[in-house]
């Protein structure tokens, strides 16, 4: 245990009991010196850990009268209160003493208290008072009034304080220029913020520190770096471990693989990673944002500690990469390891993944460990369960559990993941009822509400009820942003508006982003418009040239179009680019196992077998009348060849397990990273008729609902 020594020659331990017998020995032995009593007092507040024995330690220097004595003691017992959780005393104390006293140091010390316990009210009444009483503020006051105010973000607040140490003379301190610089930042004025850093004559770490890490938050990462560069070169600093954390979050906004490994090796050479977690953390976060995930993984494995913050980047990292299996595979070996306990956002993290996947069983496995774990399920969590339910295609589970929960559970984000989860599954109207029904409940649309409802009416073909949501966002006070322009495009274009979308287009009155320009090239896909799919596609190619998909659709819609010369130079460029069209993937399944099938698929277990069902299927749904739809092979081959290329689609593959798997009354559930093509749906509402099976895809747009011969989207998607 450890002891303190005290000058009498006694020792008094940190235990309570101890400690309250030393103060009362000391209470006795009235013979101590000025210095051996303000020694001793000093040491025993400084061990003092709980309320009771500061107490004990309070009531003895009221009685002994010591108090009266020492305003170092006064401030230290101030600050022990505010520490334990308790202001409201250690206010008290100070209202007791400072009657006496114009002492600006105790004034300071209740407002260090305030700020410090994040109390920005009382701190910034406190400073009115003290004006008010006329006592001095100095270059220690107007650090903790700042503190206070940043830590609320109150900029107008910090302002005022900000042009009373101008009136002061004190604004060139260098303790109220950090404060200054720390405060602005805090509230997102970067530029006052900066303001302020040019003009310090003495710029420490620390305040570069501050700045880097304003304009990352501000997703400013370019500055950043830039600031980072000057202060290497101008200053001769060298980032500490506080500064790499905020470096490597603007490395990860930029993307830059080669920037994340100079402040990997920058970290690794000054020992950060072993003595500052957080570093740990943020490189793993960095790389996995970078779309590395090896090498995150690498960091995180290398890493002597983790916590729950370096768990969680790594599964994130797997699921924001589309890696969902090992963000779960990675899961099984936390919980295994018990290294760290489930969290919220440990759950929210997996939910998305299993979303992700598709996979019903491990959603629905998830949500009754989250259940069975006791932990409080809060509303960002709940809506996360009811958007994956709605992902997983699960409509019914989602809508039973909203309707279940009691108002004081919803927010608007509940609203949003339900009419979202309406417009994914085709029900357009429902998602326009359920939008009315929101607004009378009291509930406020937001940008993420029309957002929802504008796609919902795209997938269900209301281009005029979309027309009226679009003119009634002006009217609820929210301003159309650029993905509300794309929803507006999208559902234009697939009504076969496509005048009307260029020229909504054109009236922008911001500049159309790849999403609105991606909207209108796929609705040429959907016309067979190649010409005006050439206008998007020069746009798009010139936003984002390494951007795979958009090339691969431009390229659709020459093959449609038989314009095989064009389809021939676009795969050249997308060569020379290093660009690769994603392989399709279809998913299903079976026994709580995912089985995946990609185009062609020859490497499951079952692969001859499942291609021998697809041809089975073929031959009975086309004495049904299905008739193959050659212009979805995109490629110059005979049309024998053709229908061979069709047969062997991925999701074709997937169905054909799950009619061979599955129980006949168990409905097939397949998810497709791509959008299901025109024949395998043609295909599917004959199968659905056939085999008398319901049959669901989700494919990269949306649901389709197969039964008895017809698909939800009415064709429509």
């Known amino acids: 245990m450890r002891h303190l020594c005290i000058s009498n020659g006694r020792y008094l331990s940190c235990c309570p009991k101890d400690a309250a017998k030393g103060v009362n020995q000391h209470r006795e032995g009235n013979t101590s010196s000025f210095e051996s009593q303000h020694h001793f007092y000093n040491h025993l507040l400084q061990s003092c850990c709980n309320l009771k024995l500061l107490k004990q330690i309070h009531s003895s220097l009221i009685a002994s009268g010591f108090i009266k004595k020492s305003t170092h003691l006064v ?7 505010s520490t334990l959780g308790h202001p409201k005393c250690a206010r008290s104390i100070f209202n007791g003493i400072i009657t006496s006293t114009s002492n600006s140091f105790l004034w300071n010390t209740m407002l260090r208290a305030y700020a410090n316990g994040s109390h920005c009210v009382e701190a910034l009444s406190l400073y009115r008072n003290m004006q008010r009483e006329c006592i001095a503020a100095d270059n220690y006051t107007f650090p903790f009034v700042l503190k206070a105010t940043a830590s609320r973000s109150l ?5 005022m304080v900000h042009g009373d140490a101008i009136r002061r003379g004190l604004e060139s301190d260098m303790f109220v220029e950090a404060a200054l610089v720390d405060m602005y930042a805090k509230c997102g004025e970067t530029t006052d913020g900066h303001r302020v850093f040019d003009r310090m004559p003495d710029r420490d770490l620390v305040c570069w520190t501050v700045m880097i890490s304003t304009y990352e938050q501000s997703e400013r990462p370019e500055e950043a770096l830039m600031l980072f560069q000057q202060m290497q070169g101008e200053e001769g600093l060298s980032a500490d471990s506080v500064t790499a954390v905020s470096l490597a979050s ?14 990997h090796a920058h970290a690794i050479r000054n020992g950060f990673l072993e003595e500052d977690i957080s570093v740990g953390n943020s490189i793993v976060a960095m790389y996995a944002k970078c779309g590395n995930v090896e090498e995150a993984r690498l960091v995180f494995e290398q890493m002597k500690e983790k916590d729950g913050i370096s768990w969680n980047s790594m599964l994130s990292g797997y699921v924001q990469n589309g890696r969902a299996s090992e963000a779960l595979s990675l899961f099984d070996q936390m919980q295994v390891s018990r290294m760290s306990k489930l969290t919220s956002v440990t759950a929210l993290i997996m939910v998305s993944a299993c979303a992700y996947l598709g996979s019903r ?33 699960d409509l019914e589970t989602a809508v039973d559990m909203f309707n279940m929960s009691t108002p004081d559970q919803r927010n608007v984000s509940s609203w949003n993941v339900m009419i979202s989860g309406y417009g994914m599954h085709g029900y357009g109207k429902d998602a326009l009822t359920f939008f009315a029904q929101m607004q009378e409940e009291g509930f406020e649309p937001n940008h993420i509400s029309f957002t929802s409802l504008l796609a919902a009416c795209s997938h269900s073909g209301l281009v005029d009820e979309g027309r009226k949501c679009f003119q009634d966002m002006n009217k609820l006070n929210v301003k159309p942003e650029a993905k509300h322009y794309a929803c507006m495009v999208d559902m234009l274009g697939r009504a076969g508006l496509l005048d009307e979308a260029l020229d909504l287009i054109k009236k922008m009155p911001l500049e159309p982003s790849d999403e609105v320009w991606g909207a209108l090239l796929l609705a040429c896909k959907i016309h067979g418009n190649a010409e005006l799919g050439g206008l998007a596609a020069q746009k798009l190619f010139h936003l984002h040239p390494e951007h795979t998909g958009y090339y691969v659709l431009m390229s659709n819609i020459y093959a449609a179009s038989s314009k095989w010369q064009e389809v021939g130079m676009l795969r050249r460029d997308m060569k020379s680019r290093g660009l690769r069209k994603p392989a399709a993937l279809s998913v299903i399944e079976f026994d709580a196992e995912v089985h995946g099938f990609h185009a062609a698929d020859q490497t499951h277990p079952q692969c001859r077998q499942v291609h021998e069902k697809v041809q089975i299927l073929v031959l009975e749904i086309k004495m049904a009348g299905y008739t193959p739809d050659r212009l979805c092979v995109l490629h110059d081959v005979e049309e024998e060849d053709k229908d061979l290329i069709l047969t062997s689609h991925s999701e074709k593959l997937a169905v054909a397990f799950g009619i061979m798997r599955l129980e006949p009354q168990m409905p097939i559930y397949v998810t497709k990273n791509l959008r299901v093509c025109n024949d395998c749906h043609s295909a599917f509402k004959f199968i659905s008729q056939v085999h008398q099976r319901k049959i669901v895809v989700r494919d990269a747009n949306r649901f389709h609902h197969f039964q008895d011969g017809s698909c939800s989207c009415n064709d429509y998607w």
Do not use: C, P
């Not at 401030?75 to 209160?81: D, E, H, M, P």
């Not at 900029?155 to 302002?159: N, Y």
């Not at 069983?361 to 709605?390: P, R």
């Open 75 to 81: 401030a230290r017992i101030i600050l022990r209160y």
């Open 155 to 159: 900029v107008a607040e910090g302002k």
């Open 250 to 263: 603007a490395v990860a906004q930029l993307g830059d693989l080669r920037k994340a490994r100079s402040i």
């Open 361 to 393: 069983h491990l959603g629905k496995k998830l949500h009754d460990f989250i259940i069975s774990s006791g932990m409080q399920v809060e509303t960002t969590l709940w809506n996360a369960i009811l958007d994956m339910y709605a992902k997983l295609g």
